[in-house]
């Protein structure tokens, strides 16, 4: 067994070295304790109507995302005949596999705490629901807090958005259910055996597929707003689950629903983040010239327009913005900078309570198993060199789907002339012109700037 682990570990492209590797060994240890000691209750009958928690203004807007995809509408509930303990089953209601949840309520036996935040926290449950044995992840919101939306504008996603993507590359919602002072979403654990957080120095066959894993959420026309290795989870089979879309926004926003509206520009943005985060091949270098290119030509055009103010007869030579600067612009703020570059915390990994040593290990086995790479023929082609491109993965066809501009030039109108990511243009400009080809530099006499050029001080 020991030389099969040590085979496998060869061919998965797993540095033994690593923060992630070394985690992932501790599914091999004999005495494996959970996150947190497991807690069994008593199971707490559904509360009644709450003087803060209020649900019937999102329900009308929560049944519009059904009739979208309904050619019969349902008739409309009046508000007197839903009692206020059961509204939330007007918000969200369990469908495909799990439309047999529909009616039922989970009779938890232990619980085990995974994480919590200033709105809600996440727990590991096992229960029972209509006499079948149910292992679920349980995602509580507070009812006595303000939500600010949060909670609406995820589910509302979950429900129409999100809803092909589910058990592919995000969570699986089982359903919403009342508890006492909280209102539970449950849902199905990444993996039924273990499932670990991202981490910069995890093979790139997995950083991949993170990527193509958020390509799927912006084919979707979602931003996810909270991009962190944290919520990229790899579960033991090797699918990643992205979680937490509480501040998520959306192309197509929902008011009532408290979803915010979202852009192509975000999108775009977003994606070179998660590239970012994960350390993908190429990602941080193309950030940093990037910016040291920006503040070198602002820095630039700064003294040029500084000598036209010492001297109206000087012709200043401004430098434009790059083509790729216009589409990607690079991130100047300093915060935001280094919350692109933080240092990245040791991954966590959970453990599925109750697992004997052997069933560990074969997870263990079958997630190495499940990293190497396809076997080839002498009759395969052989794989392109790899070129970083921010935006230019395997998700190409779906995002140009929902209209978005890549930042590979190759489908840009042909008017247009090409310029390479590091490529600019100065142009003389005298008092009174400007660039008619691109039209982007307007007359210095008055007193216009573009973005690039700051105003003398």
């Known amino acids: 067994m020991q030389t099969n682990i040590i085979n496998n570990l060869d061919e ?8 992630f590797f070394k985690q992932l060994r501790g599914l091999l240890c004999p005495d494996i304790e959970p996150i947190n000691q497991s807690i069994s209750f008593l199971p707490s009958p559904i509360p009644s109507a709450s003087p803060t928690f209020d649900l019937q203004h999102v329900i009308d807007a929560s049944k519009s995302l059904e009739s979208e995809r309904s050619s019969s509408p349902s008739p409309k509930v009046p508000e007197t005949s839903v009692h206020p303990s059961q509204l939330y089953r007007h918000i969200y209601a369990s469908s495909g596999k799990w439309d047999w949840m529909l009616g039922h309520n989970i009779v938890d036996e232990n619980s085990t705490f995974l994480a919590a935040g200033a709105m809600c926290s996440t727990y ?29 504008s995820e589910l509302a996603l979950y429900k129409k958005q999100l809803k092909p993507l589910q058990g592919k590359c995000v969570p699986n919602v089982i359903g919403l259910f009342a508890a006492p002072g909280a209102l539970n979403v449950a849902m199905e654990p990444p993996h039924s055996s273990f499932w670990i957080e991202a981490s910069t120095d995890m093979p790139l066959s997995l950083k991949q597929r993170c990527v193509d894993a958020f390509a799927e959420i912006h084919s979707r026309g979602v931003f996810h707003g909270d991009v962190e290795l944290r919520h990229m989870l790899i579960g033991g089979d090797a699918r990643i689950t992205i979680i937490d879309f509480q501040e998520s926004s959306a192309l197509e926003p929902n008011e009532k629903l408290f979803l915010r509206p979202a852009t192509d520009a975000d999108l775009r943005k977003e994606m070179r ?23 070198t030509r602002h820095k630039r055009n700064a003294d040029q327009t500084r000598k036209v103010v010492l001297s109206r007869s000087y012709t200043p030579l401004l430098e434009m913005d790059t083509e790729d600067d216009i589409l990607n612009p690079p991130v100047l703020d300093v915060q935001e900078w280094q919350d692109w570059n933080v240092a990245p915390s040791l991954p966590q990994i959970f453990v599925v309570p109750g697992q004997s040593l052997q069933q560990r290990i074969g997870a263990y086995e079958a997630f190495l198993a499940s990293l190497k790479p396809p076997s080839r023929t002498p009759g395969d082609p052989v794989p392109a060199p790899f070129h970083y491109r921010p935006n ?55 007193r216009r700037r573009c973005s690039s050029f700051p105003s003398p001080r």
């Open 124 to 152: 590991y449950k096992k229960g029972k629901a209509a006499g079948r044995e149910l292992k679920y992840i349980c995602k509580s919101w507070k009812t006595n807090i303000n939500w600010d939306g949060a909670f609406y």
């Open 392 to 446: 230019g993965d395997l998700q190409q066809a779906e995002i140009r789907k929902r209209r978005l501009v890549l930042t590979d030039f190759e489908h840009r109108p042909e008017q247009q002339e090409h310029l390479d990511p590091g490529q600019s243009k100065f142009h003389p400009l005298s008092n009174g012109r400007k660039d008619e080809r691109t039209n982007l530099i307007l007359p210095l006499r008055n």
């Open 273 to 295: 983040k998660v590239k970012v985060k994960l350390d993908y091949p190429g990602a941080r270098d193309y950030e940093k010239e990037k910016r040291k290119r920006c503040l």
């Open 12 to 19: 998965s492209g797993l540095n033994p070295d690593s923060s």
